[in-house]
Each structure stands twice: as structure tokens, then as C-alpha cells.
């Protein structure tokens, strides 16, 4: 069945970086688009980055450019999400989509989603 797998939160201080980890345990997302979206406690999920399934487009959100990088590994069963300066707004479960579109910003547009790993920035 199809599986999506988050890592790599944890807690940083303001400034410092992390990466996040999306795994397509059973090899079934390497024709899809990959997105990264987030939600912050009281908040709705929102768009943060997504990147096309041959890696050649990514769209990133106007909060995190410049600041946020994703890419998909050569294998395309793992997609990266690397932060860099966070911020203490940046602090919210991540998860990662898939969908069967070359790429998506919406969630309404995404097919499958990972259960979401932790990211808290502190000032």
C-alpha cells in the first residue's frame, strides 16, 4: 500500500537549520508530484514548497523562499525539504503529499499525505 514517511524534526533555535526526510516506502510515488505543507497549533494546513515528479519545477510559498530548498533524490522515493534561518512562525507538524498531478499547491490537489513530523523553532 502506498506509504509516505516525514523525519527529521526536531527543535531549533531561531536561525538555525533542519531537514526533513519523505520516504515513499513502497517505491509506488516516482511519477508523482511531492509537496511539503505545514500546520501550525490553532492553524489550517498550509502550502510550504512542492517540487515536480522529475524534479525540474518547484514552487515554494512566499514565506519560506529563499529560505526553504526542496529537492527529490535520484532514486525519486525521497524527497528533502532543507530549512535554513528558521524562524519561531516556521514552528508546525510538516507533512509531506503526493499527488498525481506533475505538481500541486493546493491540498485539495494532493492524493497522499504522511502522518507529519514535529518542527519547533524556539527564539
Known amino acids: 500500500q502506498a506509504q509516505l514517511v516525514e523525519s527529521g524534526g526536531g527543535l531549533v533555535q531561531a536561525g538555525g537549520s533542519l531537514r526533513l526526510s519523505c520516504v515513499d516506502s513502497?517505491?509506488?510515488?516516482?511519477?508523482?508530484?511531492m509537496g511539503w505543507f505545514r500546520q501550525a497549533p490553532g492553524k489550517e494546513r498550509e502550502f510550504v514548497v512542492a517540487?515536480?515528479?522529475?524534479?525540474?519545477?518547484?514552487f515554494y510559498s512566499d514565506s519560506v523562499k529563499g529560505r526553504f530548498t526542496i529537492s527529490r533524490g535520484n532514486a525519486k522515493n525521497t524527497v528533502y525539504l532543507q530549512m535554513n534561518s528558521l524562524k519561531p512562525e516556521d514552528t508546525a507538524v510538516y507533512y509531506c503529499?503526493?499527488?498525481?498531478?506533475?505538481?500541486?499547491?493546493?491540498?485539495?490537489?494532493?492524493?497522499?499525505w504522511g502522518q507529519g513530523t514535529q518542527v519547533t523553532v524556539s527564539s
Open positions: 503529499a503526493a499527488t498525481r498531478k506533475w505538481v500541486g499547491t493546493r491540498r485539495s490537489e494532493y492524493d497522499y
Open positions: 513502497g517505491r509506488t510515488f516516482s511519477s508523482y508530484g
Open positions: 517540487i515536480s515528479w522529475n524534479g525540474g519545477s518547484t
